[in-house]
């Protein structure tokens, strides 16, 4: 095979899993299908809402103003409460789904704030905008996009943030890219994601619940974090970091025991292995 067909392959191969991704967090946002990894409904890899989510670090209070539906439990952290928002600032969702940390960021900016909340899902931006015209949330605004080509103006933003998004994309750099040509000089982000400390078997690599599941398109650590720095983000500061898959398995036994099963592979060959964090960073260069 020639390195361009070896190439285009690759690029087939990433087309190939976002269009998974799509399609799959299309039916959840529709209601036809159950969260992340798990087809039966209302079952996450992630969270099961709105449990989970206060679990993850949301606040009750925070779950019980923003607009019924949106809050899919599809995150792996709670990243708005630590981005410190000003009023007056702009602030950019990252794969924004059904808008729940667009609209806590929205009561921190207030009126002469801005939100923007991208997302490639047309589903998931239909139902975000429901929930934005139902809160009356005037300052929120959901934009359709990919994370790797963001439709966002140069050193427009304040902070951004993302919620176990960043790992379902296949071209992680890309993104990192993008998030600082948005950002102001000094701009911040705080991002809750999924990375790996330890290579997963092959069955779970290969798995495409799994991988729209949060799991098996998370880099490792180091590649992770060394391709945000490459892109000119530093200053990375740890807030949490836990065992993701020991935190979804006692959310949602039987959704773990459907991919031990469909994989064939057992709870201890991942111990550890899967891990949410929550980081902040700003722009460096």
């Given at each position: 095979?020639?390195a ?34 798990d ?6 890899c ?25 809050d ?53 931006l ?72 330890g290579?997963l ?58 991919l ?5 592979v ?20």
């Amino acid at each position: 095979m020639t390195a361009n067909a070896a190439v285009g392959t690759e690029k087939e191969r990433s087309e190939r899993v976002v269009e998974q991704v799509r399609e799959r967090y299309g039916q959840i946002a529709e209601g036809k299908s159950g969260t992340c990894c798990d087809p039966s409904p209302a079952t996450s890899c992630c969270a099961t809402a709105p449990s989970s989510s206060v679990r993850l670090g949301y606040k009750v209070k925070e779950l019980s103003v923003v607009p019924d539906g949106a809050d899919l439990g599809l995150g792996c952290g709670a990243p708005v409460q630590h981005l410190e928002l000003q009023a007056g600032e702009t602030v950019l969702d990252l794969g924004s789904g059904g808008g729940i940390d667009a609209f806590l960021a929205a009561k921190e900016v207030g009126p002469n704030g801005r939100v923007i909340g991208v997302d490639m899902t047309p589903a998931m931006l239909e139902r975000a905008r429901t929930n934005a015209a139902q809160g009356g949330y005037t300052n929120v605004e959901f934009r359709e996009g990919r994370l790797e080509r963001l439709p966002v103006d140069d050193a427009s933003i304040d902070a951004v943030t993302s919620n176990c998004v960043i790992n379902l994309v296949p071209d992680k750099a890309a993104v990192f890219r993008e998030i600082a040509r948005v950002l102001k000089p000094g701009g911040r982000m705080v991002v809750s994601d999924i990375v790996l400390d330890g290579r997963l078997p092959a069955a779970i690599e290969n798995d495409v619940l799994a991988y729209v599941g949060c799991i098996a398109g998370a880099a490792p650590r180091e590649a992770y974090f060394g391709e945000l720095r490459a892109a000119g983000l530093g200053d990375v500061a740890i807030l949490r970091d836990v065992d993701s898959l020991a935190q979804w398995a006692a959310a949602a036994p039987e959704a773990a025991q459907a991919l031990a099963d469909r994989t064939g592979v057992s709870a201890a060959e991942v111990a550890g292995k899967v891990r949410s964090v929550t980081y902040r960073a700003r722009k460096t260069s």
